[in-house]
Structures are given as C-alpha cells and as structure tokens.
C-alpha cells in the first residue's frame, strides 16, 4: 500500500506571494492533519480534516488555510507568505478521526521563503 | 493544555549498545496516548512505538521498548543493539485520548548518533 504522498517536495516562493500544498493520504485512509517543523518552533499543529471538514485548528494566522475533497486528499494554502514561514510541512494521514488513531507521516515539501 | 518536554538534544550511543532517551509530558487527562517517532536525514517521520496510557505493560516493538511511569508521567524509550540506521531525530508525541481529534503535540525532538 502506497504510504502519505506530498507535492511539491521542494518549493521556493518570495515574500507576499501565496502557496498551495498538497497532501494524499494512504488509501482508505479519511483523516488529514497539518504540522509545521521548523528549527526554531519544532512541530506544530496546524490543523486536521476529517469527512471534508476541519474538525482543529492550531494557533496559526487566518493566512493558513486548508481543504479536504472528497477522496479525503488535502491541500494547504498560506497566503502573503513571510519569511518566517520558511519551514517543513508535513502531513499526516489516518484511518478515522478521533478514536486513537496513528497517524502516518508523508515525506513534507520543504518551503522556503525569500 | 499539554506540554511534553524532552531534556536531551542529543544523545550518542555505541553500535550494538543500548540507549535511552528521556520524555516528560504534563497533562491533567487520566487517558492518553503516547508516541515515539523517528525523523531520519530524509525528513520522513516514522513511527517507532505507541503506548496507551491505560495500559500498565510498557509497549515493545523489536528492539525499541518504552519505560512508561504514569504518575511520574514519564515515558522513554530504550533502543537496544543499537544500529547505525537508528541515526535521526527522536520525537515524543502526546496525543489526547478525551479530547477531539488526532491532533500530536510534539516534544522538541533528541539527536541520535551512532557511532561504528
């Protein structure tokens, strides 16, 4: 079975601009959720989407934002990006939402912002 | 909310030794999970070991094996014949058994190296 996928792996955008990222989970699989990793920061919660819905949401400005389709594959948005958000992101899938799940972790695309 | 704390940044352990790395966590819930992640050079987390918080036998997989103190809410991880492919950052995760979703929060993460 394929495991989580990420695209773009690598990603270079310059201040103002907007990125969108994509996530798909393993199949069967109709749980996503968003962590950043940075050097400073660590890994933080982004937010998670279950059934299409964002069911959390992290401690992140409004200029993070996400989506679920249908076949539970996620895509993430940050808009007017600033050099701080120069990080990992990963994602991470699991089977259901809320019942103890492990989630498993995709490869991340590393975005840097110049 | 919660905090989980790892004291180490980095570690070092002889191949075929055995190490241990450290994790403490604070929470008020009585039921949890707990996580032991490994982030190799390729970025990619991967889990190593899970352990619910209800369970009093501490989790094994292989050669990784948990040491899970609830009330000192304590739980590490104990890497045996350790290998060189055992080189990566480690994380803890704590993950809320009560609460919503699967959200992890992570521990600051732990340097292994592998000495040959």
């Known amino acids: 079975k394929a495991g989580v996928t990420q695209t773009p792996r690598y990603l270079i955008k310059t201040r103002g601009q907007q990125v969108t990222l994509s996530c798909s989970p393993i199949?069967?699989?109709?749980?996503v959720s968003w962590y950043q990793q940075t050097p400073g920061q660590g890994l933080q919660f982004l937010f998670e989407?279950?059934?299409?819905?964002q069911r959390n949401k992290g401690n992140f400005p409004g200029r993070f934002s996400g989506r679920q389709f249908s076949n539970s594959r996620s895509e993430m948005n940050v808009s007017t990006l600033e050099l701080g958000d120069s990080a990992l992101y990963l994602c991470?899938?699991?089977?259901?939402w809320g019942i103890g799940e492990t989630q498993y972790f995709g490869p991340g695309t590393r975005l840097l912002v110049l | 909310a919660q905090t989980v704390t790892q004291s180490q940044p980095e570690m070092s352990v002889q191949e075929a030794e055995t190490v241990t790395l450290s994790c403490t966590y604070d929470?008020?819930?009585?039921?949890?999970?707990l996580f032991w992640y490994k982030q190799p050079p390729s970025r990619q987390m991967i889990l190593v070991i899970r352990?619910?918080?209800?369970?009093?036998q501490n989790a094994t997989e292989n050669r990784f094996s948990v040491n899970f103190q609830k009330a000192a809410k304590s739980f590490s991880l104990k890497i045996s014949d350790s290998q060189l492919g055992d080189a990566a950052m480690y994380f803890c995760?704590?993950?809320?058994?009560?609460?919503?979703?699967?959200?992890?929060?992570f521990g600051g993460g732990t340097r292994l190296m592998v000495k040959p």
């Open positions: 929470t008020s819930e009585s039921d949890y999970y």
């Open positions: 199949s069967g699989h109709r749980s």
């Open positions: 352990q619910e918080a209800y369970k009093q």
């Open positions: 991470a899938s699991s089977l259901t």
């Open positions: 989407y279950f059934s299409e819905t």
């Open positions: 995760a704590y993950r809320s058994y009560n609460n919503a979703g699967n959200m992890l929060t």
